[in-house]
């Protein structure tokens, strides 16, 4: 059963395009996967980024943010971040924290949700 408010996100907010934000997710329990995810107006949500917090920290990102957004976990494994470099207009979207069972694309993967954190992208 997903759980609300169990991850605490920040970083989002307003920024011109080629812009960067850095968003941060603190959590405090042990999932096997942690990963970001995004919806815009009218839109379903889909994956942007997953790491995996066991060893290696092995990550997957989304076709349209590679190579400008990073995610990245802390060596205490309780925040993971996700820096984005290079933003588009329609990188705009609330962007959601995931702790999820196993590292997918896929909402059906996670167990509990952020409260989301709003980034906007427009000059």
């Known amino acids: 059963q997903v759980q609300l408010q169990e991850l605490v996100e920040s970083g989002g907010g307003s920024v011109q395009p080629g812009g960067s934000l850095r968003l941060s997710c603190r959590y405090n329990?042990?999932?096997?996967?942690m990963g970001w995810f995004r919806q815009a107006p009218g839109t379903e949500r889909e994956g942007v980024a997953t790491i995996y917090t066991g060893g290696g920290f092995s990550t997957t990102y989304a076709d349209s943010v590679k190579g400008r957004f990073t995610i990245s976990q802390d060596y205490a494994k309780t925040t993971v971040y996700l820096q984005m470099n290079t933003l588009k207009p329609e990188d705009t979207a609330m962007y959601y924290c995931a702790a999820m069972s196993w590292c997918a694309m896929d909402t059906s993967t996670v167990e509990f949700w952020g409260q989301g954190t709003q980034v906007t992208v427009s000059s």
């Open positions: 329990y042990n999932p096997g996967c």
